[in-house]
């Protein structure tokens, strides 16, 4: 593509440096709701992963969709992760706060002629796309279309990219868990086009994550299986911006013992409020959440600061056998 404007490229190719100069990663709620335990755990293992590696853990609000976001929430995470003793690096960052960013970005692959109008109603993309399950694949009904980036019938487009043919593919990799199977996914008849910009103004997840991960250098992600399939959607984007995705890695959700339901914020799974309704204290949360990735035997109790001085302890006499 057609250079991006020089402060976009400035600040990729010092994320690149960034991620070369060490491990960098990351966890990025939505303040949506108070965090559930199994965003909780999520954290841990994220921080785990990088206070392991001994490198940089950043914390990012993903608060971009607006009409999700609830008032205190983000207060609420923020007392959450300091409670467990979850310290983060550097400011804090909120997408928010970069919407002029993820514009210049977006400007530069429309005009390259990367992105396409599309019209298509949620209940068409509903009835064509129900036989893929979890990922929606657009069938590319405006693909070749005349491209109209004006409103009709006062209804605006949304943006797609126009996805390069082949296999878009990334790392999964993870000292602490198992992850999901290798990333590999077929552009065409897994993935779609994906929109960017929404037909309502709002810049889309995949794109403001793909600029974010490039620019902050993270070179690690670690985050729920339910977000595997949409990785390729954000690697699609970076590949287009000329830059290599992170390593990732998805790891196994907790799920409702009763139920087998994954935890949702929608259906208010439990959160530290009820965790400590219960009795527990910080170092009891910590047990219980390290217990349920199997970190420790359950019923343990200590601080986030003694798991990891526990795991770092552990790997050491594992490579003493090794070697």
Wanted: one cysteine or more.
């Amino acid at each position: 593509m057609r250079p991006l404007p020089r402060h976009v490229e400035a600040l990729i190719a010092a994320g690149l440096r960034r991620r070369d100069q060490g491990y960098r990663g990351r966890f990025a709620p939505s303040p949506s709701g108070p965090l559930h335990r199994g965003n909780l755990r999520t954290a841990l293992l994220s921080w785990l992963e990088a206070r392991l590696a001994g490198g940089e853990w950043l914390l990012r609000i993903d608060d971009l969709d607006t009409p999700r976001n609830r008032a205190g929430a983000e207060a609420a995470i923020l007392a959450d992760l300091t409670w467990l003793g979850l310290s983060w690096d550097g400011p804090l960052w909120r997408q928010s706060e970069r919407r002029g960013l993820y514009s210049s970005v977006l400007s530069a692959l429309r005009h390259d002629g990367r992105l396409y109008p599309c019209r298509c109603s949620r209940r068409l993309l509903a009835d064509v796309s129900a036989p893929h399950g979890d990922w929606a694949v657009y069938p590319g009904f405006c693909r070749q279309s005349q491209v109209d980036w004006g409103a009709v019938a006062g209804r605006w487009p949304s943006w797609r990219l126009r996805l390069s043919a082949g296999p878009i593919a990334w790392q999964e990799a993870a000292a602490l868990v198992p992850v999901s199977a290798p990333g590999r996914l077929d552009g065409a008849s897994q993935v779609g086009d994906v929109v960017l910009r929404r037909a309502d103004g709002f810049i889309t997840y995949h794109l403001a994550t793909a600029v974010d991960e490039l620019t902050l250098g993270i070179g690690t992600v670690v985050r729920g299986e339910d977000l595997w399939s949409s990785t390729a959607a954000q690697v699609a984007v970076m590949r287009e911006l000329g830059a290599p995705p992170p390593a990732y890695a998805h790891v196994p959700l907790w799920r409702e013992e009763s139920t087998g339901q994954r935890l949702s914020k929608r259906s208010g799974a439990e959160g530290l409020e009820g965790l400590r309704a219960r009795g527990l204290d910080a170092a009891g949360v910590v047990g219980l959440l390290a217990a349920s990735a199997a970190l420790v035997p359950p019923g343990s109790r200590l601080s986030a600061a003694e798991l990891l001085q526990h795991l770092a302890t552990r790997a050491t006499a594992a490579q003493e056998r090794t070697s």
